[in-house]
């Protein structure tokens, strides 16, 4: 039996739904965790490593057991704030490394060095503007249309069906 043209949308539509929840879900539990063999997913906030990192990616780091210059890394600097900077150089005193790093898109070198162990990982992966997603789905508008859409989509899939018998 041939399928309705509306219904094959609809089933098309919620298919696609469901592959952006299930990608979202990803993307957030590892920003929460590092439930996936150690990698963790951030959302770029700002240019400082454009064109490499655009602001809107979401990347994916993984620790390291060593970095090297020219790596890109992701950091929690001093006042806390988780940022992602390539190594300029690498220098050591009394044992410890420490990293000088500097945005792509920056004229000069980061004020603060950074101690090994302040290092989350290295880049691993780039995901280009899926970060607009995943930050538009934790406002109200964007859940309120994330749970919308779903819904109104299996209503009329369901509606169909009974109309068709």
């Known amino acids: 039996m041939k399928k309705h043209p509306l219904k094959l949308l609809f089933e098309l539509a919620t298919w696609i739904v469901i592959a952006i929840f299930a990608l979202l879900a990803v993307f957030t539990i590892m920003s929460n965790t590092s439930a996936f ?22 990347i994916v780091v993984h ?15 001093s006042d806390g704030r988780i940022v992602t900077h390539r190594i300029a150089a690498i220098n050591e005193k009394d044992g410890r ?44 508008p964007g859940l309120f249309l994330l749970i919308l859409i779903p819904t109104v989509t299996i209503i009329l899939d369901e509606l169909l069906r009974l109309i068709n018998g």
Do not use: W
């Not at 390291?64 to 600097?77: A, S, V």
């Open 97 to 140: 490394r420490y990293f000088t790093t500097k945005g792509d898109a920056n004229r000069s070198e980061d004020n603060d060095n950074v101690i090994s162990d302040q290092v989350i990982g290295t880049v691993a992966l780039v995901i280009p503007r899926l970060g607009y997603l995943v930050a538009f789905s934790r406002t109200i």
């Open 37 to 58: 063999a150690g990698y963790q997913s951030y959302l770029v906030q700002s240019g400082s490593m454009e064109p490499a990192i655009m602001t809107g990616d979401i």
């Open 63 to 77: 620790a390291q057991p060593e970095y090297h210059k020219n790596d890109t890394i992701t950091f929690r600097g």
